[in-house]
């Protein structure tokens, strides 16, 4: 999937590079619920800094199941392509699943952090940050953005990610580590005075990964990303150009379960034989 996602547009044979550009576009209806969440988030909180507080958590969940039924309306899916309907039964727990991440987000600290800071502050919160999060380390590029950042009357600024998947701490913790590096390389910030979190929405059970950029090892952290960059250098014939290693070179997973949902499988994996359509999307 990587080098369909990231050179194939560009370097595949031209017979296939527009079925590449089909297949590129598709979503997942589990990607569509995060959307959802995402973005009714980012507009209550807009909505937050106006008017001086929030909409009703009933009509919170109310607006993100709507987005979400609006985005699985409209935007090409993988499950439409490959015939898959959502059945009465999984329609309802997915709902389920969206109000219970804006039960969480409303239940949250971070939301009641945010209020009570003065209000003259509140302009001061960056809610779902433009542009993709780019920044250098050791003049390499790499990526990382979080949904929300904000200072609170501790002097600390707290980087936000909320997460509507099913919990992977570790590759969570890399990633928030990674948030502090984007705060101090892009908006100056203090790395000590940084806070990175991510809130597991969808299982309010799950604690909240906290980061206090105080502990954390900024050389060793550094060494992680860039061993993470020179792994995807590594698969390239010329770096400078971006240009990837022949389509062998990128081994095909071995678990096949990860090409059941895969937007690229008819290509990759023309032959592959699923399992009857039932109980799937997830």
Known sequence: ?????????????????????????LSR????????????IAEILKDLRIRGRPISLDE???????????????????????????????REKIHGQIKTSMTTFYGSKWLTMMQDMPRDMWDNWHIDPEGYGEFRIEGKKAYAKPDLLF???DGRHYLVE????KPHRDENMFQVQAY?????DILGLDLEKTVGVVQYLTYPSEKPIEVE??????????????????LI?????????????????FPKTEELGYCRMCKYREICRPDYESEPIQSRLF
């Not at 209806?29 to 009714?40: D, Q, R, Y």
């Not at 409209?74 to 009465?88: A, D, F, M, T, V």
């Not at 909320?162 to 998947?165: H, L, Q, S, V």
């Not at 698969?235 to 070179?249: E, Y």
């Open 1 to 25: 999937m990587y080098w369909y996602d990231y050179y194939g547009k560009r370097f595949a044979p031209e017979h296939e590079k527009n079925i590449i550009m089909e297949l590129s576009q």
């Open 29 to 40: 209806i589990p990607f569509e619920l995060g959307n959802s969440v995402h973005n009714t």
């Open 60 to 90: 919170a969940k109310e607006t993100a199941v709507n987005k979400f039924e609006i985005l699985v309306q409209n935007k090409p899916l993988i499950e439409k392509r490959l015939g898959i309907e959502l059945n009465p039964e999984e």
């Open 151 to 153: 200072e609170y009357k």
């Open 162 to 165: 909320w997460k509507t998947g």
């Open 180 to 184: 502090l590096f984007y705060a101090k």
């Open 213 to 230: 950029g105080r502990l954390v090892n900024p050389m060793e952290m550094k060494n992680k990303i860039i061993s993470e960059i020179k």
């Open 233 to 249: 250098e590594s698969k390239c014939a010329d770096v400078s150009k971006n240009k990837p290693l022949p389509i062998g070179q």
